[in-house]
């Protein structure tokens, strides 16, 4: 069976464990935070792999995954090429922003690299997460890439290769998508009971209009033709009136809302 390490057992990197382990396509070697306690810990919740202290103590694999924080990789690297074990292994980052020219000082050890994006969002509480039918964002040497597709394209993963040099962008997209779309959620729910609606129902009625549209935008090509709304229409003095009351609620609203009103002007339908 192949075997892994994961440096960085976080949020995303147990789901990744649960995932490949759950499915027998891979079984956990070490693991290694930012403290041994750390390591035990994420070793313990999954009842999986081994702890080490150091980078440098991490066990033979055939696979290494890096998921600590962006600004933590090339460290990292520089300790993982200290490393005796990890010759011909192939290690895998999983930024959605760095490419996997940041693992090349892992090449002079004979690794073959890549970076691996799942355009998902783990919550960190699914004890069986999926990456069923999740579209995920490759690039590195072919090896790696191989590698990734054969063991992830079993458990339903969509794997696509990208531009490294367009990851900035990719990434910002996954915010636009994800992040803002929960800051506007909330937004939402500031803004009822603003209107005098209590705060249980208020976010009751955001959930349930968020999972309407995102219905709607699930039944139609490109999403922008499930709007409505004002803005849609081109109800001119609907759109003043909710201007004129955030003016007096929330002057900051009144800038998200006129830039959000001159995009949907101008994305084509």
Request: proline content about 3%.
């Amino acid at each position: 069976m192949i075997t892994f390490n994961m440096i960085g057992a976080g949020r995303v990197g147990k789901a990744i464990v649960r995932i490949l382990s759950l499915s027998k396509i891979a079984q956990l070697s070490g693991v290694v935070n930012r403290t041994l306690d750390s390591s035990i810990h994420a070793c313990n919740e999954l009842r999986l792999g081994l702890a080490v202290q150091h980078i440098v103590d991490l066990p033979r694999a055939d696979l290494i995954f890096i998921t600590c924080n962006d600004d933590a990789i090339e460290n990292c690297c520089e300790n993982l090429a200290k490393n005796k074990n990890i010759n011909q292994s192939i290690v895998v980052h999983m930024s959605g922003l760095k490419t996997s020219r940041s693992l090349d000082v892992l090449k002079r050890h004979g690794c073959s690299v890549a970076s691996f994006h799942p355009m998902y969002s783990f919550s960190g509480d699914e004890k069986k997460p999926s990456l069923q039918g999740v579209y995920c964002a490759v690039e590195g040497d072919k090896k790696a890439i191989g590698f990734l597709q054969d063991i992830f394209t079993p458990v339903g993963a969509i794997l696509y290769e990208i531009d490294p040099d367009q990851k900035a962008l990719y990434h910002a997209a996954g915010v636009f998508i994800s992040n803002y779309s929960v800051v506007l959620c909330d937004m939402g729910i500031n803004l009822l009971e603003g209107s005098g609606i209590e705060a249980g129902i208020a976010s009751e009625i955001v959930k349930s209009l968020f999972m309407n549209t995102a219905n709607n935008v699930s039944k139609v090509g490109r999403p922008i033709n499930a709007l409505t709304g004002p803005a849609q229409r081109g109800d001119e003095g609907t759109i003043e009136s909710h201007l004129s009351a955030l003016k007096a609620y929330d002057h900051d609203l009144v800038k998200i809302y006129e830039i959000f009103k001159t995009v949907i002007q101008k994305v084509p339908r």
